[in-house]
């Protein structure tokens, strides 16, 4: 606008009177005839007649005087001011929060075009001045018709399929005069002057749009409702960021060169060193990235979270495809942890699920390697407390001391001592907790809100009844093998019990045929005590999960422990170091064999020289049998996941079938099996059994209940 140009002044004065005559009658087309309820009725009309007045003012002055920049300016203005309206053109305030920051950045750029007549006015005829002013004014224009582009892509985009039709003419007028801006300018700049053809017919066009505003003013009031595009509202501020730093770097260098000689040259190098570096060690910043999305979503919308986005992402996630067979549950609890952070954009998160006992256990974490996890990660009453009330846990309140439903007390200490520990969403399915998710801080420091609340809340259900799916598959599963498995044991019990027949009818015989007195007598012993063997384990195999254990006495836990550290001191060190004298109820052979699976797994997990103890304790209502060894230990991912699983074993051609029999035979005589166990330093297998008189005072409580119930039915 500052370079002298040559054109036809017959044709570019035909061609701005037709623009302005035109432009004017669509503004009195639109006064007269326009619909009255239109939001955007009055800022079209003052575009129209803001058209005429540069049109006016083109024909009356020459190019670049400064009251046809101005008009120029004051008709940008109105244009841009149309699709603001267009904006809100669904009748809510609300609506207009998410383009504001936008129509006012692009506002304030047009808005230099006046600054940049005020300097050019104050430099006089400095031809490196002016030239350099023509440039960034150029740069400007084109900046604000790339900005006014994307925010009418956006704004047609959003809109309801009924409400385009309303919009369709306004916004084809928009798009033509913006668009026709964009070429005339990015010419402009690239030539260094104002392109003749495209400055004359600039007048003819804007007058044809203006009349396209006429077309589309008379059609029937409609509530107009846009969904303005969050991808395009980001890819409009980095133009707009990308454009401004582009600028100050032609300002800056531009600049320095009116210095002039060495001196410029080397300020221009420093500088622009200086832009690139900045350049590269802020973009790529993800911290950076954070705080602009966190900004921009707060600021420009009505709401924090993209609803549509956030389901796809979530359900694309739970629903990836896994890894091998052997990892799936693993991955699966990853990636159910991964869904629910991503949304809060945490960068990391832990699964608790509640044990049979309604103890939350550690089951999987993601990027999180570095917390320390107790066994117990949570009481049963903090599982009972968010089970009841959906509460999901602002960890910051718990640490400031507020206290919403009792949870204070119920809160483990290693979570609200970890820093980076944020917030507990419970996973309630069914009003049934199946665990909760541990979410870490985002890097952007903020506070939860009641949109964060119910967000978490609606995908916390969600995922409880996915990992309730997978925990019925799973058992399905289990049962299935189950089934195959006893399925085989039918056939070995049967041998079983033909071989204990068998030996029978010899003892029976050999009673009454053999002639040496002694030798029948050994013969006697060895096979009754064969015989007796046999039908033992063919009864406890008829019975085996079928429920509490049938045989249950009064037992030395000393004993029994004394027997099993005797029977493998043969083929491994194992010592019993502590023997108090308790005495529990439990099955005699249920409760050997059952030691005897875990100090053989505990065996099988040591080197040959390393001891393994035996200790055996009591507090006055249990009695306790710790199996302790220094082997390899295992991971808390393989205990809690696979350890008590049949068929999974982490020893070479193992069956999987020793501790998960051990198990279920304790917990058939009352009592059960604990586990502490570290990759590399060893592991602790704890059988706590009852005693007689805690077993007794427990059973006359049971009983009055019992028969109450009976009473009632």
Known sequence: ??????????????????????????????????????????????????ISIWCLASITFPPGEPLVEIAETARNLALIAVIFRLFAADG????????????????????????????????GMIPQVAQILFEVSTVLNMLVAIGALVLLHNLYAGAAASSRKLIRWAWIGLA????????FFTIAYLGGGDPPVLLELRGLVLGMMAGLFAWGANSANAALQFRPSRAVTFQTLSLLVIGSYLLVMVLVTRSLALLGGDIARASQIVFLALACAAAILWLPSERLRGWLRVTTVKHLFQHRYDYREEWLRFTRTIGRGSGTASNFHVSFYERAVKAVADITDSPAGLLLV????????????????????????????????????????????????????????????????????????????????????VLARPR??????????DLLRVVGQQLASYLAEQAGQQALMDATRFDEFNRRMAFVMHDIKN?????????????????????????????????DKLNALLARLSRYGSGPAQDVRKVELAKVAGGIAERFKSVHPVSLTRADPVHVLA????????????????????????????????????????????????????VRSSLFKPFVSSKQGGFGIGAFEAREMIKAMGGRVNVESREGVGTRFSITLPVPEAAKLLESREQPKQTKQDEVA
């Open 1 to 50: 606008m500052f370079a002298v140009v040559t054109f036809e002044p017959y044709v570019m004065l035909a061609c701005y009177l037709a623009g302005a005559v035109m432009s004017a009658c669509a503004g009195l087309w639109i006064a007269r005839f326009g619909d009255r309820e239109r939001p955007d009725r009055g800022a079209v009309l003052i575009a129209c007649i803001a």
């Open 92 to 123: 809510r305030d609300e609506s207009l929060k998410p383009t504001r920051p936008v129509i006012l950045s692009l506002a304030l750029v047009q808005l230099m075009q006046p600054v940049l007549l005020f300097v050019n006015a104050q430099a």
């Open 176 to 183: 033509g005069i913006f668009a026709y801006d964009l070429n």
């Open 354 to 437: 509640p044990n049979e006992e309604a103890q939350l256990e550690l089951t999987a974490r993601w990027n999180w390697p570095t917390i320390e996890i107790p066994a117990v990660a949570g009481d049963f009453a903090l599982s009972g407390l968010m089970e009841q009330h959906n509460h999901i846990l602002d960890l910051d309140e718990v640490r400031s001391g507020i206290d919403r439903h009792g949870e204070l007390e119920h809160v483990p200490e290693w979570m609200s001592e970890a820093e980076d520990a944020w917030a507990v969403v419970p996973l309630i399915h069914f009003d049934r907790l199946v665990g909760t998710i």
């Open 444 to 453: 952007i420091e903020r506070g939860l809100d009641w949109e964060d609340f």
């Open 499 to 531: 071989l204990a027949s068998q030996i029978s009818l010899l003892s029976g015989n050999a009673q009454k045929h053999a002639d040496n007195p002694d030798f029948r007598a050994d013969m006697l012993v060895t096979l009754r005590n064969s015989s």
């Open 587 to 638: 099955d005699f052979e249920g409760l050997e064999q059952a030691l005897i699976h875990l100090v053989q797994n505990a065996v099988d997990a040591s080197k040959p020289s390393d001891q393994i103890f035996i200790s055996v304790s009591g507090d006055g209502l249990t009695g306790q049998i710790d199996i302790v060894d220094s082997g390899e230990g295992m991971t808390p991912e393989f």
